[in-house]
């Protein structure tokens, strides 16, 4: 490609000149030097022609250059002012709080780098109370589906066999996975979370996923009474999987966060007595799955779709159907992105003649996981 000569290439070493900036503090403080020297060899100048003592030229020579080294002093200075301010604010836990990036030299410089590390740190301390959240969020439902087990039996309306002492301790070994994924959110922003891939049978999974459910609905049900409460347990869960022998090959674990809480969130919207659909169909590549989960609630509007699976969004325009029932954290749907983008898939909503839509798809061997 042809253009003119080659200008200086600016590395220190080859060009002394190349590191200097017309607007540095070395730039502003040699002028400074410059124009004083300018100012007292003008005054000596005038003081020899015009024959005046050279008392006065050298009295207006200081204060002129007094009030040009002020007025210097004063552009370097307050910036600082701002910037240990904002340094205090970040000290007492405020991050909020910027410096004004409007200068040229190297304090710019230093008040950009200050806005990046408020930046950062704001970053990390949002990241800390995302991740308590998450904590209670996924934490809630294995303990209330071991609580309800346990209560079942203590009432007498369960007998301790060993079918129900292995529902307990499937919610007990739950409950240890999920503290160690917990522990993993900490890891995710360095894409280092691990997934443990393995080929299973959706059919058995996703029934005992729905078990689970529906268990977890009746405890929370049995919980709500006692306060005077409501909470959904006349929604209807219906699996459909085609083929029945239908396999897939994902970490069964986050993809059970996935469906829990879409079955989760699905059932908060629905109306009295509806019916929440989980479908899983073979998606194009070997042992990818396609996942769907329907209701029969009121929707999500349209210039909602990209804001759904955001943290802590519960949606301004959709309610919760049900009585008594409440909009949760707003962590369910993004857990469940959270889970899916992992596996390298994809999580969206789709069009519905009703309710709600959610289509879930996993690559399966096609691809690797991010």
């Not at 809630?140 to 307990?168: H, K, Q, S, W, Y």
């Not at 993993?184 to 459910?213: C, H, I, M, T």
């Not at 996935?258 to 989760?264: F, T």
């Not at 889970?339 to 690559?363: F, Y």
Request: aromatic share 4%; charged share 25%; proline share 6%.
């Amino acid at each position: 490609m042809s253009g003119g000569p080659a200008g200086p290439t600016g590395s220190p070493g080859e060009d002394p000149w190349g590191a200097v900036r017309p607007f540095s503090i070395k730039t502003k403080l040699g002028a400074l030097v410059v124009v004083a020297v300018l100012i007292t060899t003008g005054l000596s100048i005038v003081a020899v022609h015009t024959k005046t003592e050279l008392r006065f030229i050298t009295v207006f020579s200081m204060i002129a250059t007094l009030l040009i080294t002020q007025f210097v002093a004063h552009s370097l200075t307050a910036p600082l002012d701002d910037m240990n301010a904002v340094a205090r604010s970040i000290s007492q836990g405020d991050y909020t709080r910027r410096v004004r990036e409007n200068r040229r030299d190297e304090l710019g410089d230093l008040a950009e780098t200050i806005n990046v590390m408020a930046d950062e740190l704001e970053a990390q301390d949002r990241q800390r109370k995302e991740l308590v959240a998450n904590v209670s969020h996924e934490l809630r439902t294995p303990i209330a589906g071991l609580r309800a087990v346990l209560e079942n039996v203590v009432d007498g309306f369960a007998e301790p066999d060993t079918e129900t002492m292995r529902t307990a301790l499937k919610q007990t070994e739950r409950l240890g996975r999920l503290v160690e994924t917990l522990l993993d959110l900490s890891r995710l922003d360095n894409g280092v979370v691990p997934l443990r891939q393995r080929r299973f049978e959706v059919w058995p999974y996703l029934s005992g996923v729905l078990k689970e459910a529906n268990m977890v609905a009746g405890a929370r049900a049995s919980m709500a009474s006692g306060s005077g409460n409501h909470t959904r347990t006349d929604v209807h869960l219906h699996l459909d999987v085609s083929p029945p022998e239908l396999t897939a090959h994902a970490d069964p674990e986050r993809i059970h966060q996935v469906v829990a809480n879409l079955i989760d969130n699905a059932v908060k919207h629905s109306p009295a007595h509806g019916r929440v659909t989980v479908k899983a169909r073979r998606g194009p590549q070997p042992e990818s799955l396609e996942l769907e989960v329907l209701d029969e609630g009121p929707g999500i509007p349209r210039s909602e779709w990209h804001r759904v699976f955001e943290r802590f969004n519960r949606g301004a325009v959709r309610r919760p159907h049900g009585p008594g029932s409440d909009g949760g954290t707003g962590l369910g749907l993004a857990i469940a992105r959270w889970a899916v983008d992992l596996h390298g898939g994809r999580i969206g909503v789709a069009e519905s003649e009703r309710g709600c839509r959610i289509i879930v798809t996993l690559p399966g061997l096609s691809s690797s996981p991010r």
